[in-house]
């Protein structure tokens, strides 16, 4: 059977199409690309100062082999844009000059910077070779306030459940944000000046890892496979779109010349740690293990590469909640034959928990008198009692209840950087 024109034409417009929207979608790439790479930038001198034009500028990556060649311009200037970060050897030649070897010129992550290459008279034969901790680099034309966690914190510092972005809490301006780090919706985990932790914009590689619905972390980078990332706090670019708190962009590992991997394991159990001392029974269950490993090396040598690491955490316990750990002075103003009704609560707001029996002996006594004031405060010593350090964790109060509009005025207590929804 002999397919029909038009069938084939479908076909080929299909086929057209799709190569149009890979097109796209690999410029799109490139582009975001920008956030996870760096850029070197610099001017190629003589020793009296004076530009050399023409230079042949390389950079060679110390890991992979990957070389970028640029020829500088009239004025003695180039630029080599786009480099992975890493460890690179900056070769410069020009007629009439030696050649000139640096090494190694680390380049992190979002960097742009400046680098003077001075080349010595001579004949191209000759090699000088200048230690990359001796040439000063320099950032020029960078506005944002930015800071990089390299792969030496990572691999060395203690970190709480292995998330590798919790080094961010190391700068002055990162605090540690109270949102569900796991389920449906995490946060990131990290709030950056004082902005939630949904405000802060998360790029692995380039590509956005938020969720653009609810501003959540679509999931984790094992911390094996993180090699570096910088967190931008201030005045970054438009290119990193539409964050409001900061900016994290990480890179992983892409794998080197050389074969590299690792076995890893940690555990917690019951045996081996103290009983929980909230724990409601005496033996709880208890079991929580992490592991997992790493594989990198060559496919193609100086060409092409790969990286794969695997992670797992695995829980084994139970969950506990008990409001009867404090004895008899526990829910003691839920009774309502012995107990007065604290004037302006709604039905739901009257059962105070976790309140021992001097506190509740405190309030009768104050409800007892019948002067309003007294009333007032029992109402606010009640609350704040019962759900205080709830209260202070969170900036809002379980027990809300509405303003009776007559017996105490309204009140709204302020807790830095929130607001209280308790009493009025």
Same mark, same amino acid.
């Given at each position: ?215 959540? +972390? =679509? ?5 094996? #496979?993180? &090699?570096?990332?910088?967190? *931008? $706090?201030?005045?970054? !670019? ?110 739901? +707001? =009257? ?5 021992? #029996?001097? &506190?509740?002996?405190?309030? *009768? $006594?104050?409800?007892? !008198? ?55």
């Amino acid at each position: 059977m002999k397919a029909s024109p038009f069938r084939i034409s479908a076909i080929v417009g299909r086929f057209i199409s799709l190569a149009i929207l890979m097109i796209l979608s690999a410029s799109a790439i490139f582009a975001q690309a920008q956030v996870s790479t760096a850029d070197l930038n610099g001017t190629v001198v003589d020793p009296n100062g004076a530009v050399v034009a023409g230079a042949t500028v390389t950079a060679r990556s110390s890991a992979t082999g990957i070389t970028r060649t640029v020829t500088a311009n009239d004025s003695g200037e180039f630029s080599i844009i786009g480099l992975p970060p890493g460890d690179y050897e900056v070769t410069v030649e020009a007629a009439t000059f030696k050649k000139t070897v640096i090494s190694p010129v680390k380049l992190t992550v979002g960097q742009s910077v400046s680098l003077e290459a001075k080349l010595e008279l001579g004949t191209q034969d000759v090699i000088v070779t200048v230690p990359g901790d001796s040439v000063e680099l320099i950032e020029t034309t960078r506005t944002s306030v930015a800071n990089t966690i390299d792969q030496e914190r990572i691999e060395n510092l203690p970190i709480n459940e292995r998330s590798a972005t919790g080094f961010a809490l190391t700068l002055s301006t990162v605090g540690r944000d109270n949102g569900r780090p796991i389920g449906p919706a995490p946060t990131s985990g990290i709030n950056v000046g004082g902005q939630r932790g949904r405000s802060t914009q998360v790029n692995v590689d380039g590509a956005d890892f938020t969720d653009n619905s609810v501003n959540a +972390a =679509r999931s984790t980078v094992s911390q094996e #496979a993180v &090699q570096e990332y910088q967190v *931008n $706090t201030n005045s970054y !670019t438009a290119e990193f779109g539409r964050a409001t708190g900061g900016v994290v962009n990480v890179v992983t590992k892409r794998g080197t010349n050389e074969w590299t991997g690792n076995v890893f394991g940690f555990i917690r159990d019951k045996s081996i740690q103290a009983r929980n001392a909230f724990a409601p029974i005496d033996k709880p269950d208890f079991r929580r293990t992490q592991y997992g490993a790493t594989l990198g090396g060559p496919i193609i040598k100086d060409k092409i590469f790969f990286f794969t690491a695997f992670e797992r955490r695995q829980r084994d316990e139970s969950g506990f909640f008990t409001s009867n750990v404090l004895g008899d002075g526990v829910n003691a103003l839920t009774s309502s034959a012995t107990i007065p009704v604290i004037p302006g609560l709604n039905p739901v +707001a =009257r059962t105070f928990n976790n309140l021992t #029996a001097s &506190q509740a002996q405190f309030i *009768n $006594t104050l409800i007892g !008198t019948g002067v309003a004031a007294n009333v007032c405060a029992a109402r606010a010593y009640a609350f704040f009692a019962s759900s205080g350090g709830q209260t202070a964790l969170t900036g809002i109060n379980p027990l809300t209840s509405p303003n009776d509009g007559s017996l105490c005025p309204a009140v709204s207590p302020i807790l830095p950087g929130r607001s209280v929804r308790g009493f009025y």
